[in-house]
């Protein structure tokens, strides 16, 4: 597995940040390659993305998920990958936003892109397109606060 871990820090309330990234289906929106995210229940979704020409899609599970501090995931079926993005005040209105996620390459494109770095500059890529999304609307489009420990969800 391959891991990599960007940060950015975006000017919106911290509240405001972690309630825009828990809307999954509008990652399309700021997400390169992704075509779909769609949430079955509040702890599982089924993506549909194109990573290195190729059309993949699987589905992950949140396993925690604590209100304006963190979302880990992990597939459980289809790409293996998994990660965590987490949130801190930066002081003001400013969030820290840190994304990490693990990836396992498959095939010679996908691992020729890994090595030259294709996989970090859309992430980062990622993450500044969700800075422009989110200071530019100055508001989330939605929320959850629920609370994911262990697999399970409360709220």
């Known amino acids: 597995m391959e891991t990599i871990e960007k940060s950015i820090e975006v000017d919106a309330p911290l509240n405001t940040v972690y309630n ?38 699987w589905d992950a599970e949140i396993y925690r998920q604590e209100p304006d501090q963190a979302i880990a995931w992990r597939s459980t079926s289809g790409a293996q990958n998994g990660g965590e993005v987490r949130f801190s005040s930066a002081g003001g209105n400013r969030t820290q936003i840190t994304l990490t996620i693990s990836y396992d390459p498959e095939g010679i ?47």
Do not use: C, Y
């Open 20 to 57: 825009q990234w828990t809307q999954f289906e509008e990652f399309p929106r700021f997400m390169e390659g992704v075509k779909e995210v769609r949430q079955t229940d509040d702890k599982r979704l089924h993506w549909r993305a194109d990573i290195a020409g190729k059309e993949k899609e």
């Open 109 to 155: 494109i996908e691992n020729i892109g890994d090595a030259l770095g294709a996989v970090s500059m859309r992430v980062q890529g990622d993450l500044n397109r969700f800075k422009e999304f989110i200071e530019s609307r100055g508001s989330e489009t939605g929320a959850w606060r629920g609370e994911i420990r262990g697999g399970s969800v409360s709220g």
